[in-house]
């Protein structure tokens, strides 16, 4: 009787494959900042299915939202140990493997998401081989749209700025540097600790995309809102060579194509959805900080003055050049690409 169970069970194992692919299984471990329920975590579920269904279920994303894993440099440090596999990585998180993505966050070098997405497109592929060859494969792009200054008093130029104590991310000791010499005061904190600094006091400014301000509430402890793109909030989808390369040539095709999928959704729905958190924000206390153009171009001037410190400080030479190049070529007449 035992050998009978024993052989029907042998043969069930042997005519049973693991998985249509026929590929052993891999989990994928994947952290985001983005809270649970977000839309960019809803996003992330469904490229995991979809990775699911493309490899016949060998392949299985597991996701770890809200900062459970930490901020993007305890991500960051856990993907290069192999204790996590992926993330969606802000450009602080970018930065903590290759300081490049900082070429296109140059404060005020872009005025419009046309003339952004047509830069990245041109710099795409020379980006991405810079961080394969640091061990890390990108998947897609992201960006969480325009950052603005939320500050506990009104903020209309620098010198309104000057005073306040602002969040600047921990680790990022160059560009903590280039604040206090446009003459700002930044206080390094992890972001983990934001909402925590502003109840505080220790910190009564921030930068910050509308999308962040209106789930984390930060916008609640720092009611006035400065109307001025700072700069888009870029980042990616990103996972580390080695398990990029455990899963078969022949199903990383078609997760590519579904994480391109994902970062094309997510681009949609920060960028539709701007002016729908402005609303909610000012119904709940937020007041908007409306610039006349001489004040746009007081902060147009003190940024620009700046350029030569970020350049080969914050962001490579070679990479500033590239993406200050394709920004003039627009300028003169280029056509926006294609989604990423």
């Keep these: 009787m035992r050998a009978a169970g024993y052989q ?3 043969a069930l194992f042997i005519l049973t494959p693991a998985s249509p692919s026929g590929a052993a299984n891999v989990v994928v471990k994947m952290a ?3 809270p649970k329920g977000s839309a960019w975590h809803l996003i992330l579920l469904e490229m995991g299915e979809k990775w699911k269904a493309a490899s016949g279920g060998s392949v299985t994303l597991t996701i770890y939202p809200g900062m459970v894993a930490g901020d993007d ?3 960051v440090r856990k993907m290069r140990l192999g204790t996590l596999n992926a993330a969606l990585l802000t450009s602080v998180g970018m930065a903590n493997i290759d300081r490049s993505i900082y070429s296109l966050q140059v404060p005020m070098m872009y005025e419009s998401y046309e003339e952004l997405d047509y830069v990245l497109e041109r710099q795409s592929p020379n980006l991405k081989k810079e961080y394969e060859s640091r061990g890390f494969v990108i998947l897609t792009w992201a960006d969480g749209g325009w950052i603005h200054f939320f500050t506990k008093t009104p903020v209309r130029t620098p010198d309104d700025m000057k005073p306040l104590k602002l969040f600047a991310w921990a680790g990022d000791n160059e560009a903590i540097e280039i604040w206090k010499a446009a003459g700002f005061q930044p206080v390094p904190l992890p972001s983990t600790e934001i909402s925590t600094a502003l109840k505080t006091g220790l910190v009564n400014a921030l930068s910050t995309t509308l999308k962040a301000a209106v789930i984390f509430q930060w916008y609640t402890h720092a009611k006035h809102m400065t109307d ?7 980042g990616a989808v990103v996972i580390s ?3 990029w390369e455990k899963i078969p ?3 990383r095709p078609a997760l590519l194509e579904a994480a391109r999928e994902a970062g094309a959704k997510m681009r949609r729905e920060i960028r539709q959805s701007g002016p729908k958190e402005i609303e909610a924000m000012t119904k709940r206390g937020l007041t908007v900080v409306r610039l006349n153009p001489e004040e746009v171009a007081a902060w147009r001037a003190a940024t620009e003055a700046i350029y030569s410190k970020i350049r080969g ?3 490579p030479a070679r990479a500033f050049d590239e993406a200050m190049k394709y920004r003039n070529e627009y300028r003169k007449g280029g056509s926006a690409p294609p989604a990423r």
């Design 228 to 234: 001025l793109q700072w700069t888009a909030l870029l």
């Design 8 to 10: 029907a069970l042998m």
């Design 249 to 251: 040539a022949a199903v």
């Design 313 to 315: 400080s914050i962001a």
């Design 32 to 34: 985001t900042l983005a």
């Design 241 to 243: 060579k080695p398990a």
């Design 73 to 75: 440099a305890d991500v």
